[in-house]
């Protein structure tokens, strides 16, 4: 049997995503530039896309933006608005458990002569609002907090943070990185005082290589990639009619029968942790005191860490049972430095060294649980004895 648990990188697209760019590709594969029939066919496409992304998300079609994904989503939003706001100040404020995409932004927007706070998480991976407040000064242009994070599945509080930005001042800019966050819980970026808004296609069952950018209407920005002004001048270059069309597919999908799919990953993830919790020398790392469950996690990410095993031979024991796992965030997987964000909240290197990431979608069955949980009750005491 052929388990994927590694959702959190990257997710099996939708069928009917595939077969409509396929279509597009193949048939109707215009310019949307061009004004003849195909090319306005295309630009139909892309006009849908957008519809459809923003009755999901609750704003105008025109605060939606093509990207090729979550980290130039990302990159734009904070450079383009750093770059745009720089008049008003030079003080940008994120987490120490950002995604790569946002942490190696900010580091070059620091070399660039910005000043940057991170905040620290507890031992849960949450930030505390008191913290947030103590780092806003009146130089503070923009704020950027992940909704969801990638390793461990804790969720910030975003709408709280969002009123207490505005309420500070309200031209502070605030950033979400929702890669991990949108297909699983329902955002709406106007309702959270959230005025830059990043999606990945791939993380919800749609193509690689395009993402989106929510960007609130009258926001200053400035575009980072220049050419043929498509988009609104925001983000030039051709657009990708069948990612376009693709992520929308994926997200209507997701969210037409939202409530049923939420409820099943919730149901995966409880069965794995009652599972998990029968073999001695386990730690489920971001779960808090009273929530043993992880029902205030997002539904599809359990982070576990074995005493006395090494993730990266774990990791291959289980893909020899054909279970496909992640040692960390996929972005960082073949580097060979401990998780930033397991550091954060305060685990120790033994436990460093021996965390796996579990990560569910909307296909996973609780029989590709159960056989997980076997073959981890049947690897664990072997590669303990051969520490």
Not at 160 to 182: C, S, T, W, Y
Not at 338 to 358: D, Y
Request: glycine share 8%.
């Amino acid at each position: 049997m052929e388990v994927y648990l590694d959702n959190s990188a990257t997710t099996r697209a939708f069928p009917e995503v595939a077969e409509l760019m396929t279509k597009i590709m193949c048939e109707d594969y215009g310019n949307p530039s061009s004004l003849h029939m195909k090319g306005v066919r295309a630009e139909q496409y892309v006009r849908h896309a957008k519809e459809v992304l923003a009755r999901i998300l609750k704003v105008e079609e025109k605060e939606i933006l093509f990207t090729s994904g979550g980290t130039e989503s990302d990159n734009l939003a904070l450079i383009g608005c750093a770059l745009s706001n720089n008049r008003r100040g030079s003080h940008l404020i994120t987490t120490q458990i950002e995604h790569p995409a946002v942490l190696q932004t900010m580091k070059y927007l620091q070399d660039q002569g910005y000043q940057v706070t991170y905040l620290p998480v507890d031992g849960y991976g949450r930030i505390h609002l008191e913290d947030l407040h103590r780092a806003i000064r009146p130089e503070t242009i923009l704020v950027s907090i992940m909704h969801t994070n990638n390793e461990i599945g804790s969720l910030q509080p975003i709408e709280e943070a969002g009123a207490m930005i505005k309420r500070m001042n309200p031209e502070i800019l605030f950033h979400v990185d929702a890669v991990q966050g949108f297909g699983k819980a329902r955002i709406h970026p106007k309702k959270m005082n959230v005025d830059l808004l990043s999606v990945s296609g791939h993380k919800i069952h749609g193509p690689k290589g395009v993402g989106v950018l929510y960007v609130r209407d009258k926001v200053k920005i400035r575009p980072i990639i220049h050419g043929g002004g498509q988009q609104l001048n925001l983000r030039s270059g051709t657009e990708n009619v069948p990612g376009a069309a693709g992520i929308a597919k994926a997200a209507e999908m997701l969210y037409s029968h939202f409530d049923d799919d939420m409820n099943r990953l919730s149901r995966c993830r409880e069965h794995f942790i009652r599972g998990i919790r029968k073999i001695d020398g386990v730690r489920i790392n971001g779960l808090l005191p009273d929530d043993p469950m992880g029902e205030k996690n997002a539904p599809h990410i359990v982070s576990v860490s074995f005493e006395g095993v090494r993730s990266e031979v774990l990791l291959h024991a289980l893909e020899e049972k054909e279970i496909y796992v992640s040692a960390g965030s996929a972005c960082a997987a073949r580097k060979p430095q401990p998780s930033a964000t397991l550091k954060a909240i305060g685990v120790q290197k033994p436990w460093l060294e021996s965390t796996i990431r579990f990560s569910f979608s909307v296909f996973t069955t609780q029989q590709e649980i159960d056989y997980t949980l076997q073959a981890l009750y049947d690897k664990i005491p072997m590669l303990r004895r051969y520490r």
